[in-house]
Every structure is written in structure tokens, then in C-alpha cells.
């Protein structure tokens, strides 16, 4: 079995920062690619970033220059950097990842999601 698990989101004024992070555990054999998605109240589960295992990064263009994703493959760990966050960036934050593990060929995994909300 495959697990993510998010941390570091919360409450945070607005022009403030979090980072967030999510572990990938389990019998994992290879992680192409991770992500970071949010889903605000009312509105459709948006990608805000993704990484590939060659560190290729790409962001939603309300977060860009704002959000940084990173990764520690070491670790199976995927961050998300947010600075300057504004009260839209509220939002449950999920992550997800693209995972090869011993039980199954590429699957897509998803965490139990963090909430942030950015108060103005």
C-alpha cells in the first residue's frame, strides 16, 4: 500500500507564508511525477504545481512567482512554498503523486488534504 500525508497548512494573514509538505510511503518503486492541488468551497479541484522526477516544474498562473514546488526524492517528500498568499489561496490542499509500487503498475494517490486560509 501507497500512502501521502500532508502537513503545515492552517490559518496565516494574508501576505504571509506556509509550506506545506507531503510524504509518500509504502512499497513504493518509482515516483514520476508529484502534485499539488486545491479545492476551495464551491469551486472545481484545481492543479496549483506539479513536479516531474526530472525536477521539471510547472504552476497555475494565479500562484506563479508566489508558489515554489520542491522535492526531496530521498525522502519521498514533495513541498509547496507559498508566500504572499492571499485570502483566494484558501482552499483544502491535496496532494497527489504518480507512483509505480510493488503491488501495482502507475497509479494515482491521493492525501487526505490540509485546509489553508489566508485572512485579509
Known amino acids: 500500500q501507497v500512502q501521502l500525508v500532508e502537513s503545515g497548512g492552517g490559518p496565516v494573514q494574508a501576505g504571509g507564508s506556509l509550506r506545506l509538505s507531503c510524504a509518500a510511503s509504502?512499497?513504493?518503486?518509482?515516483?514520476?511525477?508529484m502534485y499539488w492541488y486545491r479545492q476551495a468551497p464551491g469551486k472545481l479541484r484545481e492543479l496549483v504545481a506539479s513536479?516531474?522526477?526530472?525536477?521539471?516544474?510547472n504552476y497555475v498562473n494565479s500562484v506563479k512567482g508566489r508558489f515554489t514546488i520542491s522535492e526531496d526524492n530521498a525522502k519521498n517528500t514533495v513541498y509547496l512554498q507559498m508566500n504572499s498568499l492571499k485570502a483566494e489561496d484558501t482552499a483544502v490542499y491535496y496532494c497527489s503523486a504518480l507512483i509505480r509500487s510493488r503491488t501495482s503498475t502507475w497509479e494515482n494517490y491521493w492525501g487526505q488534504g490540509t485546509q489553508v486560509t489566508v485572512s485579509s
Open positions: 513536479i516531474d522526477s526530472d525536477r521539471t516544474t
Open positions: 509504502g512499497s513504493i518503486i518509482s515516483i514520476k511525477t
